[in-house]
């Protein structure tokens, strides 16, 4: 398999042309399976750069609100297939640029394709009411107008869908973008912006800056001209834009951490609890949001879901992401690679038991890849650091717990909200963890992460600002409501 020509130098996506950043300057993006391997290089743009993608989206804003819904998503239309006519270039791409398998990478894109043609059709739908008036001669409706410049900052892990079920919508309800991609996967959204270019999307509507988050992201959130900002990623970053945001007005949306419990009551399917936490907690090296990252285990199942556990986890097979066969990639950067293996590292120093991994692997072509074992821990308590933090990476924390009330309660004692699940076969034990698990979403026979794209997405607590992305959701925050009295 082939991307094309490696080592191509990517630029700003800008008024529907492609620019060179004012600094002169790009950076690399490597291939953390290989860091031999340059995927490409990237603009590493100013303040500058940003403002004259902001002035293009502005300046497009009028014309891209007028248009009917319809042929908004007409282009989104076109969009979605020549995405899908590219689905394997930009699945190898993200698999070269972020370490995901290629399966994986592809499902991913598949995604993106149908998350486009799913907002192409709310064009089609209602964006009002009629409301009855207190006078009987007039007519009282209300109507959804563009929230207008909206920025978007998106992170590594989900190089493709998650930037595309931000701009879809933003897209269809009558927005123009300017997207700030993580550094690790800019090539990535390059090629999705590849796509807005051939489908013709007019200049100005979707725009595109690379560069260091330190910089760009500042100059969207407190540039005046930006109505909105749309962000998922860290706590640490996302409470900084929504601070910048709100002193100035604007509208903000942030999808931050998760620290993503599975229960395993007594009654449960063991042998799907185990498939299930192990897909949930090491696909995708743990890089996801709505990873498992906390399994709570009844007393009573607790040994034979451990041993079950360890055997199929030492079947999983790590490598290049391209590799048939590979079920597990590496982490997306040296960085990530670090953070994951200091978290091992306090997990042992603060007396929890390492049942298997923890170390990074090494040895012919591992030495120039990012890669860790899959690790779990058990002697897992409530106050250890890997029980309370995002660790991002193939770690899983197993806990005892004596009944389901208890299970919930533990589950419960962490900042964050994002996902839950649960095993089990009894109808109270499934009705108990839907009502008193604080997430905003909760699974039950499932694992932790995924959400369909059709359904509200967003966490409770410190896991988001408590709006929701995707589905008719969505036009909650790319939309302001106008109430309109007519006599």
């Known amino acids: 398999m082939t991307i094309g020509i490696l080592k191509k130098t990517y630029l700003n996506f800008i008024n529907g042309e492609w620019i060179v950043s004012s600094s002169g300057q790009v950076y ?88 486009l043609r799913y907002y192409a059709g709310e064009g089609m739908r209602k964006v009002g009411d009629v409301i009855p008036s207190t006078d009987s001669k007039a007519l009282m409706f209300t109507s959804r107008v563009p929230l207008g410049v909206v920025g978007v900052i998106t992170p590594w892990n989900f190089p493709v869908a998650i930037p595309i079920w931000k701009m879809a919508p933003a897209l269809i309800y009558g927005n123009t973008i300017v997207i700030k991609p993580a550094q690790e996967t800019a090539v990535t959204c390059a090629k999705i912006m590849e796509c807005f270019e051939e489908a013709g999307i007019p200049a ?30 860290s706590n640490q970053v996302g409470k900084r834009i929504g601070k910048s945001a709100f002193e100035r007005g604007a509208k903000y949306q942030l999808e931050m951490g998760g620290k993503n419990p599975v229960i395993v009551a007594a009654d449960a399917d063991i042998d799907l609890a185990v498939e299930q936490t192990i ?32 055997t199929k986890t030492k079947e999983i097979t790590i490598g290049d992401g391209l590799e048939e066969g590979i079920w597990m990639g590496p982490s997306a950067s040296e960085n990530q690679l670090k953070s994951v293996l200091s978290y091992i590292e306090k997990g042992k120093q603060e007396g929890a038991t390492l049942l298997l991994g923890g170390n990074r692997i090494t040895g012919g072509s591992f030495d120039k890849g990012f890669f860790v074992e899959p690790t779990i821990f058990e002697n ?40 839950a699940s649960i ?29 369909e794209l059709q359904a509200p997405f967003g966490g409770m607590k410190q896991s988001s600002s408590h709006s929701r992305e995707q589905g008719e959701a969505a036009k909650e925050f790319y939309t302001s409501i106008k109430t309109i009295f007519v006599k």
């Open 204 to 233: 100005g509507v979707v725009n595109m800056v690379t560069g260091s988050g330190s910089v760009i992201g500042p100059a969207l959130t407190e540039n005046h001209d930006v109505n909105g900002i749309t962000f998922t990623g």
């Open 423 to 451: 095993f089990t076969t009894n109808i109270q034990n499934m009705l108990s963890f839907i009502n008193d698990m604080e997430a905003g979403l909760v699974r039950v026979n499932a694992e932790s992460a995924g959400v």
């Open 28 to 115: 690399k993006s490597f291939n953390p399976a290989n860091t031999d391997e340059i995927i490409g290089y990237v603009q590493n743009s100013t303040t500058d750069d940003v403002n004259l993608a902001v002035a293009s989206a502005k300046n497009a804003l009028t014309f891209w609100g007028k248009l009917a819904g319809s042929d908004r998503g007409a282009y989104l239309y076109k969009v979605a297939d020549i995405l899908e006519r590219r689905l394997n270039e930009v699945a190898e791409c993200m698999t070269r640029e972020m370490g995901k398998t290629f399966p994986e990478a592809k499902g991913e894109t598949s995604r993106g394709v149908a998350i």
């Open 279 to 310: 897909n949930g907690a090491f696909r995708s090296t743990g890089q996801k949001c709505t990873a498992t990252s906390r399994v709570i285990v009844h007393r009573n199942v607790y040994e034979t879901f451990k041993e079950k556990l360890l």
């Open 380 to 419: 897992v308590t409530s106050r250890m650091t890997i029980f309370q933090e995002e660790i991002f990476g193939p770690v899983i924390a197993l806990v005892k717990v004596d009944t389901l009330e208890e299970a919930i309660n533990v589950a419960n004692d962490v900042e964050f909200g994002l996902s």
